[in-house]
């Protein structure tokens, strides 16, 4: 491949269906040269999880994923011990333990029992989580944070230790470093404010809806059959539904699987629109609201 710059991310994400315009190419080809996460913010369903699997699958990068939730702590993120492998273990040890101890003082028996310490916290019994696993990975690697303003801030204070010098301490093997640095990517809807010190520490990048002609062609490389006038009328359509006081308006992705939905009915009628408003809206009071200016649409 060329050497890399903002115009080969552009045609290398295009090859994958994927289509970004300079200025995001332009902070993607950064966050890889200066070795910085990308911070994405935007609504929901405008592409920001897919643009880390479409630079994941255009570039050949490994890609990890940890999905941000209420309560998410370390153990779902780093790593934990495999209780139930380690029980096991122990059961099987047991018989050959008891022969092993018939002529032994309980001090001996103490330290002997002490020193499988090391077998029972080793990384035989390790669950690496996606945090750990992106750390120790040897090749080169896409880590997706998706929809990190879901968890806790206590949660993120973490991530940034982490994140920060990208190793781990763990107490029972050591510390576990890797030269290798993933490209990180991270997704917000905005549903929390993030602190200050994540956004000083990542770049960061805006997605918002597409512009007419972004979305034409999304839509067309998604659905080629879809003819001219059908897809001019669903893009103004879904620009209208987009100016509406809703509580979610719909993304691209919805814009989609709409466009789908009606040509399988056979087209645009009033019957089929009023029957597949919830294909692109997800909430009763907006469908009613949409419902209700129907008519606007012909």
Not at 83 to 108: G, M, R
Not at 249 to 273: C, D, H, V, Y
Request: proline share 4%; aromatic share 10%.
């Amino acid at each position: 491949m060329k050497e890399l710059s903002s115009k080969i991310i552009m045609e290398e994400l295009n090859k994958v269906d994927y289509f970004v315009n300079t200025q995001t190419a332009t902070i993607i080809f950064l966050a890889i040269k200066l070795k910085r996460p990308i911070l994405i913010e935007g609504p929901a369903g405008v592409g920001k999880t897919s643009i880390a699997k479409a630079l994941s699958k255009a570039f050949n990068y490994e890609f990890l994923k940890l999905q941000c939730y209420e309560g998410i702590d370390e153990s779902k993120a780093l790593y934990d011990w495999e209780y139930s492998k380690q029980l096991l273990y122990t059961q099987v040890l047991k018989e050959k333990l008891n022969e092993n101890f018939k002529d032994k003082t309980i001090h001996q028996m103490i330290e002997a029992i002490n020193n499988l310490d090391s077998l029972f916290f080793s990384e035989n019994f390790l669950i690496e989580r996606p945090l750990l696993k992106a750390i120790k990975n040897k090749e080169k690697t896409l880590l997706l944070i998706d929809e990190i303003d879901k968890s806790e801030p206590e949660f993120e204070a973490f991530l940034l230790e982490i994140l920060s010098e990208f190793e781990v301490t763990i107490p029972e093997i050591g510390t576990i470093k890797n030269n290798q640095i993933p490209l990180i990517i991270l997704t917000s809807n905005g549903e929390r404010t993030l602190s200050d010190a994540l956004r000083r520490r990542a770049l960061f990048l805006y997605i918002d809806y597409p512009n007419k002609e972004l979305e034409t062609k999304i839509i067309k490389r998604n659905i080629p059959e879809l003819n001219e006038l059908n897809l001019n009328k669903i893009i103004e359509i879904i620009a209208k539904i987009r100016n509406y006081p809703l509580k979610k308006a719909p993304g691209t992705s919805e814009a989609i699987e709409w466009a789908k939905s009606l040509l399988f009915m056979g087209g645009f009628s009033k019957k089929n629109l009023e029957s597949t408003i919830s294909i692109i809206s997800k909430y009763p009071t907006d469908i009613e609201y949409i419902k209700a200016r129907i008519e606007d649409f012909f």
